[in-house]
Every structure is written in structure tokens, then in C-alpha cells.
């Protein structure tokens, strides 16, 4: 009798040890990610994705692989959020060359970004989304270094999370201290030039640039470091122009991009705060003329910070071939003069010939 309830016993502990296992196992939620999870979609980018418009749908959760393979190249998705829901994206360099990621509301307003480090390879970014909306993630090479491809990172995004309410104490017996005010700080604007007209926001893109008639001037601000200003030049095909960018003291980056808003060149005014483009348009108008900054950001009231102009280059005409007649030889006339006899001493016979 007792040989049996101790075997019934030993197997009742080993059932509820069974049993246990199982519901840890069916409990544990380990952290998502691309490689755990052969049903995410894992896709690479599609070109062209280099702005707000022509942003490639990211499903969330999910992995994007991409690289920056042009200088001045951006890479945009878009991804489907809700309010209130919390968001991770995880960014990962597989090269050498930093990466970074930038947040941008529905309306493209910059709202979070980070970008690796020599000794952060991967990165991670939560945000908390403010509607049910599209969000877009912007992908850049804040060091200017592209790369050969096809990948030079790879983007994660976790399945969004509910935040917890936390609950909130309501003191009493509280004196409310009288506030102090404290004067705001004024910055005297820098003077606007006169008859010059400035930018107009939103034209942080190619699809939302300020029309520009060159020859024309144009001055504006940046803001914020993620702000980017662009304008629609109204080139002629086969014409030359030089572009010039003048900074009042922040370096800025001059962009050209051509009418289907692929990179074309560029450069900054870090050498005396000015720099000189020349532009051959060699496709239809317009080319997209854009600018931002470098390391720095004016101060939110700024209205200018920058100046660009747009001078049309002269073509340089085809010279005209002149003959230039070979000069003749002119005969000297001659001139017959009479040339007297000779006189010969005495005592000797002329001789003539």
C-alpha cells in the first residue's frame, strides 16, 4: 500500500514539474527581433526612397536593410503608427561608417533621432506616437562617407507597446509658492536684405520647394539642425550658372539636386563662409537647390542666417574666323639718272668696254 502512494506520489511531482515547464515556456515573451522570427518581414530598400514623397512603406514589426551609396544620400520610410502606443526602432552600422535616424511627424516636423558611435555599433530609439498617423524614418550618413552597398545598415522595429498609467499623488496642505518671473532673453534679429525676397515654410523638400526665378536672390534660416531648406531654380537647358551660397556666421551645406531629385553635387560654406557652384543644366528645369546645416542650428527666432544667389553665366561665344589678306611685294620703280663720263689724265686712252 504504501509502495503505491509512493509511486502515485512521484508521479503526481513529476506531472506538476511537466506542467510547469510548459507554462513558463508558453508565458516567456522574449524580446522580437528580425533573426527570432523567420515570419517578420525583412526586405531591403527600394530606390528611390531620398525624400518625404517617395518613402518606402515599412510593415512594423519588421527589418529594413539599405545602404547610403551617394554622398548627400537619405533614406525615407514610412510607418503605419498609433496614438499613444510606444514605439522602439533599433539601428544597426554593418560597416565602419556611422549611420543615424531621424523621427519626422505626418506633417515631416523633426521629432527624435540618434545615430551610432565608434564604439556603439547599434543604437536604439523609443518614441511615443502623438496620433494615429504616418510617421517617417529618415536614414543618413551624418559623416558624409557613403559606401559601396548593397548594405551598410539595418533597421529594426519592435511591435509597439502599450505605456502603463502610473498613478498620480495629490498632495495636500500645499502653499503654492508666488512664481517668479524671469525675464525672457532678446536677440537682436539679424537685418533682413532689402528688396530680397526669403523663404517660405514647409519646403524641407524637393516636392515642397519655393519656386526661385534665377537670375534671383533668396535669403532664409535654419533653425533646427534637421531643417532643410529647398528651392525649384528655373534653369534653361544648355545654359550655365554659378550658385552662391553666403553664410552670416554657420556653415552651411549647399545641395543641388536635378529635376527627378537625384543628388548632383554639392558643398559647404566652411571656407570664408561662402561657396561658388557651377551649374551646367544639361536635363530640363528645375534643378533643386537645397540648404542646411552643418553642425549648427540658429536660434529659433532667426529669420536669416544664409544668402543664395543665382547668376547666369554668359556663353562664351564662338569666335569669328577673319582672313587676313597675305601682303604683296611692291616693286621699287627705278629711276634712270645720267652719270657723267669719266675724265682720264692726259696721256692715257680711255679704255671702254
Same mark, same amino acid.
Given at each position: 500500500?504504501?509502495?503505491?502512494?509512493?509511486?502515485?506520489?512521484?508521479?503526481?511531482?513529476?506531472?506538476v514539474? *511537466?506542467l510547469?515547464?510548459m507554462?513558463?515556456t508558453l508565458?516567456?515573451a522574449?524580446r522580437?527581433s528580425?533573426? @527570432?522570427?523567420p515570419l517578420?518581414?525583412?526586405v @531591403?530598400?527600394?530606390?528611390? %526612397?531620398?525624400d518625404?514623397l517617395t518613402a518606402?512603406?515599412f *510593415?512594423?514589426p519588421?527589418?529594413?536593410?539599405?545602404a547610403?551609396?551617394?554622398?548627400g544620400n537619405?533614406?525615407y520610410?514610412k510607418?503605419a503608427?498609433?496614438?499613444?502606443?510606444?514605439?522602439?526602432?533599433?539601428?544597426?552600422?554593418?560597416?565602419?561608417?556611422e549611420r543615424r535616424?531621424d523621427i519626422h511627424?505626418?506633417t515631416?516636423?523633426?521629432?527624435?533621432?540618434?545615430?551610432?558611435?565608434?564604439s556603439?555599433a547599434?543604437?536604439?530609439?523609443s518614441?511615443?506616437?502623438?496620433s494615429?498617423?504616418?510617421?517617417?524614418?529618415r536614414?543618413?550618413?551624418p559623416?558624409?562617407?557613403p559606401t559601396?552597398?548593397p548594405?551598410d545598415?539595418?533597421i529594426d522595429?519592435?511591435?509597439p507597446?502599450t505605456?502603463?498609467?502610473?498613478q498620480t499623488?495629490?498632495?495636500t496642505?500645499? %502653499?503654492?509658492?508666488?512664481p517668479?518671473?524671469?525675464?525672457?532673453?532678446?536677440?537682436? @534679429?539679424?537685418?533682413t536684405p532689402?528688396?530680397?525676397p526669403?523663404?517660405?515654410?514647409?519646403?524641407?523638400? *524637393?516636392g515642397?520647394?519655393?519656386p526661385?526665378?534665377?537670375?534671383? &536672390?533668396v535669403?532664409g534660416?535654419?533653425p533646427?539642425?534637421?531643417?532643410v531648406?529647398?528651392?525649384?531654380?528655373?534653369?534653361?537647358l544648355?545654359l550655365?550658372? &554659378?550658385l552662391i551660397?553666403?553664410?552670416?556666421?554657420?556653415? &552651411?551645406w549647399l545641395?543641388v539636386?536635378?529635376?527627378?531629385?537625384y543628388?548632383?553635387?554639392g558643398?559647404?560654406?566652411?571656407?570664408?563662409h561662402?561657396?561658388?557652384?557651377?551649374?551646367?543644366a544639361?536635363t530640363?528645369?528645375?534643378?533643386?537647390l537645397c540648404v542646411?546645416?552643418v553642425t549648427t542650428?540658429?536660434?529659433?527666432?532667426a529669420?536669416?542666417?544664409?544668402l543664395?544667389?543665382?547668376i547666369i553665366?554668359?556663353?562664351?561665344?564662338?569666335?569669328?574666323?577673319t582672313?587676313?589678306?597675305t601682303?604683296t611685294?611692291t616693286s621699287?620703280?627705278s629711276?634712270a639718272?645720267?652719270?657723267?663720263?669719266?675724265?682720264w689724265?692726259?696721256g692715257?686712252?680711255a679704255?671702254e668696254?
Amino acid at each position: 500500500m504504501n509502495v503505491q502512494v509512493k509511486r502515485w506520489t512521484t508521479g503526481l511531482a513529476t506531472l506538476v514539474i *511537466v506542467l510547469s515547464v510548459m507554462l513558463m515556456t508558453l508565458g516567456a515573451a522574449p524580446r522580437w527581433s528580425s533573426s @527570432a522570427n523567420p515570419l517578420a518581414p525583412t526586405v @531591403a530598400e527600394v530606390e528611390p %526612397n531620398d525624400d518625404f514623397l517617395t518613402a518606402q512603406t515599412f *510593415v512594423i514589426p519588421g527589418n529594413m536593410t539599405g545602404a547610403i551609396t551617394v554622398l548627400g544620400n537619405e533614406d525615407y520610410f514610412k510607418i503605419a503608427v498609433v496614438s499613444g502606443q510606444i514605439y522602439t526602432v533599433r539601428l544597426t552600422r554593418t560597416g565602419t561608417q556611422e549611420r543615424r535616424i531621424d523621427i519626422h511627424t505626418n506633417t515631416q516636423a523633426w521629432f527624435a533621432g540618434i545615430q551610432t558611435d565608434p564604439s556603439t555599433a547599434t543604437v536604439n530609439l523609443s518614441f511615443q506616437a502623438l496620433s494615429t498617423t504616418t510617421y517617417y524614418i529618415r536614414t543618413s550618413a551624418p559623416n558624409n562617407d557613403p559606401t559601396a552597398g548593397p548594405t551598410d545598415y539595418s533597421i529594426d522595429v519592435d511591435p509597439p507597446t502599450t505605456p502603463t498609467p502610473t498613478q498620480t499623488l495629490t498632495p495636500t496642505n500645499t %502653499n503654492t509658492p508666488t512664481p517668479t518671473i524671469t525675464p525672457t532673453p532678446t536677440q537682436t @534679429a539679424m537685418p533682413t536684405p532689402a528688396n530680397i525676397p526669403g523663404e517660405s515654410e514647409p519646403n524641407d523638400t *524637393v516636392g515642397t520647394a519655393d519656386p526661385f526665378t534665377v537670375p534671383g &536672390r533668396v535669403f532664409g534660416a535654419i533653425p533646427n539642425l534637421y531643417d532643410v531648406d529647398c528651392f525649384a531654380a528655373n534653369t534653361t537647358l544648355g545654359l550655365q550658372y &554659378r550658385l552662391i551660397l553666403t553664410d552670416y556666421g554657420l556653415t &552651411r551645406w549647399l545641395k543641388v539636386y536635378d529635376h527627378d531629385g537625384y543628388y548632383i553635387m554639392g558643398n559647404t560654406t566652411s571656407s570664408n563662409h561662402e561657396v561658388e557652384i557651377t551649374l551646367q543644366a544639361n536635363t530640363t528645369a528645375p534643378y533643386y537647390l537645397c540648404v542646411s546645416a552643418v553642425t549648427t542650428a540658429s536660434p529659433p527666432n532667426a529669420v536669416i542666417d544664409y544668402l543664395l544667389e543665382v547668376i547666369i553665366l554668359q556663353p562664351t561665344p564662338t569666335p569669328t574666323h577673319t582672313f587676313t589678306p597675305t601682303p604683296t611685294r611692291t616693286s621699287t620703280p627705278s629711276v634712270a639718272t645720267n652719270t657723267p663720263k669719266a675724265t682720264w689724265p692726259s696721256g692715257y686712252d680711255a679704255y671702254e668696254p
